[in-house]
């Protein structure tokens, strides 16, 4: 048991995110460094999958800063190839697709994007590796029905109609009828399963279907950048898993932050991600490698981001994302 009387919980997992050249490489350090200060009780492997050079990728994909290598390697960090198949430079977020055949076979794995940062202790996080889940830190981005096409029921139906699942299970029916959150649908931030080879076929062979040979109903729906996200739930629910199988206010809460961009965590995020990020970044070896990228640079060292903050009042912030990004970037902020 813990000091606060709950069970301690001591299960072996790997962490796993993605490490590519330019902006990713950076996070990935944010990211190590984050992992190391606040889940010091961590006893599993922190897995970087790094793409490889080939016909998929125009540039070589891999992480270029060799001093950055080399702290991430003396933060305990493992770097494990792997080969872009199937999507590569067209969709890089394939990466989390593609990239989940090269780890270990049956070793429980949780991923998480590389814009995020771990601020508590990542090791009591109750998952139950059986039951896969993802982020439900999102917004309605999918899909948007078109006024005289099929409507959510219906085109959430004909995918699960094309997989041979069963759409009715998947309802969350305390939300209205055609209302989006009724409807299974995750970010792609995080997500966890017992073994990282079984979800990631069926991961990929649910895309692939998806992008190649969609149903009708889809016929109007971009599903560039949202194919990951299209795919995830079908995969969790086909798999066990579903919205409610970790509890609330761990991921996305009091242990991790997936802030996607440096002027949104700015914007947004509560206090103690402030706080955790400018004790990451202090030391002076951190520095050299960090100011290297721009928006580190400016963001952090040399005080846009706190100007940021200062834009918004944290306590009334505006319902949707869009409107804060118009916000940073009319006062000239934005950075990615």
């Given at each position: 048991m813990?000091?606060?009387?709950?069970?301690?919980?001591?299960?072996?997992?790997?962490?796993?995110?993605?490490?590519?050249?330019?902006?990713?490489?950076?996070?990935?350090?944010?990211?190590?460094?984050?992992?190391?200060?606040?889940?010091?009780?961590?006893q599993g492997r922190l897995l970087i999958a790094e793409p490889q050079p080939g016909p998929l990728w125009p540039n070589d994909p891999r992480m270029g800063n060799g001093d950055l290598?080399?702290?991430?390697?003396?933060?305990?960090?493992?770097?494990?190839?792997?080969?872009?198949?199937?999507?590569?430079?067209?969709?890089?977020?394939?990466?989390?697709?593609?990239?989940?055949?090269?780890?270990?076979?049956?070793?429980?794995?949780?991923?998480?994007?590389?814009?995020?940062?771990?601020?508590g202790d990542l090791a009591r996080v109750p998952f139950d590796?059986?039951?896969?889940?993802?982020?439900?830190?999102?917004e309605g981005t999918w899909p948007k029905p078109e006024l005289y096409g099929p409507q959510y029921g219906a085109i959430w139906k004909s995918l699960y109609d094309k997989f041979g699942l069963d759409y009715e299970s998947?309802?969350?029916?305390?939300?209205?009828?055609?209302?989006?959150?009724?409807y299974l649908y995750f970010n792609a931030g995080f997500f966890f399963y017992k073994c990282p080879r079984a979800f990631g076929q069926r991961f990929l062979d649910y895309a692939l279907a998806i992008r190649d040979d969609p149903p009708e109903e889809l016929i109007c729906?971009?599903?560039?950048?949202?194919?990951?996200?299209?795919?995830?739930p079908l995969v969790i629910h086909s798999l066990g898993g579903g919205r409610d199988a970790l509890p609330a206010g761990y991921l996305d809460g009091s242990v991790s932050c997936h802030y996607r961009l440096l002027p949104l965590l700015y914007a947004r995020e509560g206090d103690h991600v402030i706080a955790a990020l400018d004790h990451i970044t202090d030391h002076n070896r951190v520095k050299r490698v960090l100011k290297e990228y721009d928006p580190i640079k400016r963001m952090v060292y040399q005080g846009r981001g706190l100007k940021t903050r200062a834009l918004f009042d944290q306590n009334d912030l505006p319902r949707r994302e869009q409107a804060i990004r118009n916000t940073i970037k009319r006062n000239g902020f934005w950075m990615r």
């Open positions: 813990d000091m606060a009387g709950q069970p301690a919980h001591t299960q072996n997992f790997n962490v796993v995110i993605v490490g590519q050249n330019g902006r990713l490489q950076y996070e990935a350090l944010l990211f190590a460094l984050s992992l190391r200060s606040y889940a010091p009780d961590f290598r080399a702290m991430l390697a003396e933060l305990g960090a493992e770097i494990i190839p792997f080969e872009s198949r199937h999507f590569g430079h067209s969709y890089p977020y394939g990466n989390k697709i593609e990239m989940l055949a090269a780890l270990p076979e049956g070793e429980p794995f949780v991923f998480f994007d590389t814009d995020t940062l771990i601020t590796f059986d039951r896969p889940s993802a982020s439900l830190r999102r998947s309802l969350d029916l305390a939300q209205p009828d055609e209302y989006w959150k009724r729906q971009e599903l560039d950048p949202w194919l990951d996200q299209v795919a995830l």
